[in-house]
């Protein structure tokens, strides 16, 4: 019998996300932007040190919070811990989108902001980098005249590693008071760079981080909101009482206690991300700059071809013809021995378009 159930009509518009292949384990990763090194150490015996009652308890967040809180240097009513920074952003919507307001994003980007507002249903308004992945800063400021209800920007934006330098942020700030201004802080690690020392500031400012990527913490799911007390109590009000998981709480704890681990492997991430990319442009590749742990490249019409000659050795990139025309591939850093291994490839496979 065909299903006559009450769907949203947003839900029935809008395009499914595929998520990409799973079966990714014991394969060269370069693909989802993780830390391919792993975890570290003390993470695992934390890990480990789980009881069958901590099991068994709802989660308590005082104390993870403070500590976490306090890596951040903001105070624990400036934070908000989330189920991942997917859950980060979904919040936005929860607390700030009513069906048919208008969003502002700048593509390409991460697609969960136009993800959830289309589930949400609102009117999306987009400006786009250019052909150089810069930052479009005057088509941003004059649709923030608009006053849309909230603009979502990456910085350093995934998948083209562009990082907005601070004086645009503060005009973005400056433009639209009434507009919730969220800059997803994802890779910030890798940039050197953040806002959160603005959150006091600026009432309509949100940064978003996640334990994802530098702390290597993925399959944990952990990210956080951080805003002003005021604003922040309303984003409070649109969460459920126990968002985040203990084993998640735990290990961020954790990683915290070995930040020169984590420190070690950002420097090291950047190292090789400049060399890869000096290596790539050396043979030609088209390569743009980047303040994350990856690289926006392009490999012109051969590249799709050659990525999946990759894939079946192993070898997983993210490629970006669909949506970004073809030969583009974004490309997880990963170790100097990941990296040499990809290049060997590159270099057997690949020849310019010119040549």
């Known amino acids: 019998m065909k299903s006559r159930l009450p769907v949203r009509t947003a839900i029935l518009k809008r395009k499914t996300y595929e998520a990409p292949a799973e079966g990714r384990a014991g394969k060269t990763r370069l693909d989802f932007n993780e830390n391919t090194t792993g975890c570290g150490s003390a993470v695992l015996r934390a890990l480990k040190n789980l009881t069958a009652k901590q099991l068994a308890m709802y989660p308590e ?144 400012l949100f940064v978003t981080r996640t334990f994802s990527k530098a702390a290597g913490l993925a399959a944990l799911r952990l990210g956080a909101v951080i805003a002003g007390k005021d604003s922040l109590a309303h984003v409070r009000r649109a969460m459920p009482p126990f968002p985040v998981n203990v084993a998640a709480l735990v290990a961020a704890e954790a990683a915290l206690r070995e930040r020169k681990t984590i420190r070690n492997y950002v420097r090291n991430i950047q190292r090789t991300r400049k060399s890869f990319a000096a290596a790539l442009q050396k043979l030609g590749v088209v390569v743009f700059p980047s303040a994350g742990n990856f690289l926006l490249a392009d490999f012109g019409p051969t590249g799709p071809a050659l990525f999946a000659k990759f894939e079946g050795k192993g070898i997983l990139l993210r490629d970006r013809s669909k949506d970004m025309g073809s030969g583009f591939v974004r490309i997880t850093i990963g170790t100097p021995a990941e990296m040499n291994t990809l290049l060997r490839e590159i270099q057997k496979g690949w020849r310019p378009s010119n040549a």
């Open 61 to 204: 967040y005082q104390k993870p919070t403070a500590r976490i809180a306090r890596h951040l240097g903001v105070r624990t009513e400036e934070l908000l811990l989330t189920n991942g920074g997917d859950d980060a952003l979904r919040v936005f919507f929860d607390t700030f989108v009513e069906p048919r307001s208008h969003i502002l994003i700048c593509e390409p980007t991460f697609p969960m902001y136009r993800y959830y507002a289309e589930i949400a249903g609102a009117r999306i308004e987009t400006r786009r980098y250019d052909a150089q992945q810069r930052f479009p800063l005057d088509e941003v400021l004059s649709a923030l005249r608009k006053k849309p209800r909230v603009f979502f920007l990456a910085n350093p934006n995934n998948p083209t590693g562009t990082l907005v330098p601070p004086a645009a942020l503060r005009k973005i700030l400056n433009a639209s008071p009434t507009t919730v201004v969220v800059f997803d802080e994802a890779y910030a690690e890798f940039s050197g760079f953040s806002t959160i020392p603005w959150v006091r500031r600026y009432p309509n």
